[in-house]
């Protein structure tokens, strides 16, 4: 009897051993089926407030990944397909929401418009470093996509270069190999630089002259998005010697320009009163483009391009837009002016090799 429990004892180990052995198996089976994220499990489903489950599909959003340009080569090359596309840069913005369902449904594509900021530099200028700074943390504020053109005079000095090299901001640097003694001449020939530069090359976007001496309200960028075609606000010029300050640019109903706060209105000689340079904005096709805008012929190779550009807004006023929209007579632009007589007696600037 003893032989007899102990075999059946074995028998029953036996059976035991196999039944894990092949419950094991087959768990283990199906859990190489099984998909090792868990997101992939439940991403698809959604609990209600009551309570019950329901299943709702889940779609990527689409995003453009915008790689930086690692050379100076593919830097230009991807600057000019991205600036002669006629269609404005989709930038992705999404809406905050309660879950991550309904912010990737709200995802939303806001277009911009391309800023093309044209600064010109004044040769000897002792101020010239710092007022780049200063205008780059301001255009640095700004949402892209922004170029920045800037402009000077031929000269040994890379103090221009190395500086507009740390801004962080897309720029362009154009030199002009012309001297001028008078530097409004400078300053207007080195804008008909930028303008023919831009025409070449056929960027696209919203040219607007900033003067390095300017002081800007940063909605005023995102205001001047929205031309189509020309755009004119009020400017104020700050004079430090004389304590005052004038008023120029449009006079307007709500967004409709009826007038203008310009040099010269009154002179009878030139009845065509001259605008100022940081007053106005337009779209840069009109360079390129007449007939898209209505204008029957583009400017010939002699014609100043500052004055065909000025020329055409005066005399577009029905195209010409009130900047900013509703009140065009809010200032959001400033110009300062700092006499001569101030920056002759400021200390010339160490050289490197002194500095150190």
Request: glycine share 4%.
């Amino acid at each position: 009897m003893g032989s007899l429990d102990r075999s059946k004892k074995r028998v029953q180990l036996w059976k035991k051993a196999a039944f894990h052995f092949i419950l094991c198996f087959i768990m283990g089976f199906f859990t190489g089926f099984t998909p090792t994220s868990k997101a992939s499990i439940f991403s698809g489903f959604v609990i209600a407030s009551n309570g019950s489950i329901k299943y709702q599909e889940i779609s990527p959003q689409p995003m453009e990944m915008i790689q930086p340009a690692t050379t100076t080569t593919t830097q230009e090359e991807t600057l000019n397909r991205s600036l002669m596309a006629e269609t404005p840069v989709a930038v992705p913005v999404p809406i905050s929401s309660s879950s991550p369902v309904e912010a990737s449904e709200d995802l939303e594509l806001i277009p911009r418009k391309v800023l093309i900021i044209v600064t010109p530099t004044r040769s000897n200028d002792r101020l010239q470093s710092a007022l780049l700074r200063r205008m780059s943390t301001t255009l640095k504020l700004v949402p892209p996509p922004l170029l920045w053109i800037v402009v000077e005079s031929q000269s040994d000095s890379s103090k221009v270069p190395e500086i507009l090299r740390k801004t962080g901001v897309m720029y362009r640097h154009l030199v002009s190999r012309q001297t001028f003694t008078d530097p409004e001449a400078e300053m207007d020939h080195q804008r008909n630089v930028a303008l023919n530069h831009i025409e070449q090359h056929r960027l696209g976007g919203i040219v607007h002259f900033a003067a390095l001496s300017n002081f800007y309200d940063l909605d005023f960028f995102e205001e001047i998005r929205e031309i189509e075609v020309f755009g004119a606000w009020p400017i104020a010029l700050v004079s430090a010697n004389r304590n005052r300050v004038v008023i120029e640019g449009p006079v307007c109903d709500s967004s409709l320009v009826i007038g203008w706060n310009a040099r010269g209105t009154n002179d009878k000689a030139n009845p065509v009163a001259p605008i100022h340079t940081s007053s106005f904005a337009f779209n840069s096709s009109i360079l390129w483009d007449p007939e898209r805008w209505g204008r029957p012929s583009v400017q010939d190779s002699s014609q100043n391009p500052m004055k065909f550009v000025q020329q055409v807004v005066l005399e577009d006023e029905t195209k010409l837009k009130g900047i900013p929209e509703g009140d065009c007579s809010k200032i959001m632009l400033w110009n300062i002016h700092i006499p001569r007589q101030i920056i002759s007696h400021l200390p010339s600037q160490p050289s490197p090799s002194n500095g150190r």
